[in-house]
DNA sequence: GCCAACGTTGGC
DNA sequence: GCCAACGTTGGC
């Protein structure tokens, strides 16, 4: 059964247009303990909502976890690991943060109870309504 | 740019 | 093992 997520990236730093202009990325960099312990519990397959942070403020893109947590790269301390990902598809109409807080059906986000963790889960439910809103439900 | 929230570090 | 100080994140 697949598994849905969020993941935040701060545009200017790594954006969705680098994710699509790359064809996959290694999600690394994360240094928190529930972000990294979700990491963890991704597996090839599961889905995901690639929102920018800070300056974006909006949810922009679906993708794919092309590849389970492995030993971030870039971490020398060998505590950390990273995810590989690939664009599915771009949200139709990007889902603004505010969008999300204004509705009942997503006001549970973990992202929404907690702000700075930058991956998170996300319910089958919750991942209908955005894709709903997105213009992007099949 | 500011600041609140939160995690981490380090002195004791 | 506690907690104050500090650093980082992310919304506004």
């Given at each position: 059964?697949?598994?849905?997520?969020?993941?935040?990236?701060?545009?200017?730093?790594?954006?969705?247009?680098?994710?699509?202009?790359?064809?996959?990325?290694v999600?690394?960099?994360?240094r928190?303990?529930?972000?990294?312990?979700?990491?963890?519990?991704?597996?090839?397959?599961?889905l995901?909502?690639?929102?920018?942070?800070?300056?974006?403020?909006?949810?922009?893109?679906?993708?794919?976890?092309?590849?389970?947590?492995f030993?971030?790269?870039?971490?020398?301390?060998?505590?950390?690991?990273?995810?590989?990902?690939?664009?599915?598809?771009?949200?139709?109409?990007?889902?603004?943060?505010?969008?999300?807080?204004?509705?009942?059906?997503l006001?549970?986000?973990?992202?929404?109870?907690?702000?700075?963790?930058?991956?998170?889960?996300?319910?089958?439910?919750?991942?209908k309504?955005?894709?709903?809103?997105?213009?992007?439900?099949?």
């Amino acid at each position: 059964m697949t598994q849905y997520w969020l993941m935040k990236s701060e545009p200017e730093e790594y954006g969705w247009h680098d994710l699509v202009r790359d064809g996959e990325g290694v999600w690394d960099g994360v240094r928190n303990a529930q972000a990294s312990n979700n990491l963890k519990a991704m597996r090839e397959g599961d889905l995901a909502l690639f929102y920018h942070s800070r300056t974006g403020l909006e949810v922009v893109g679906i993708m794919r976890v092309s590849a389970a947590a492995f030993p971030d790269p870039r971490d020398e301390t060998g505590r950390w690991v990273a995810v590989k990902v690939q664009p599915v598809d771009p949200l139709k109409r990007p889902v603004s943060l505010k969008a999300i807080k204004a509705n009942p059906k997503l006001a549970d986000m973990a992202i929404l109870r907690q702000s700075r963790l930058s991956v998170a889960g996300v319910t089958c439910d919750e991942w209908k309504e955005i894709l709903r809103l997105a213009g992007n439900a099949e």
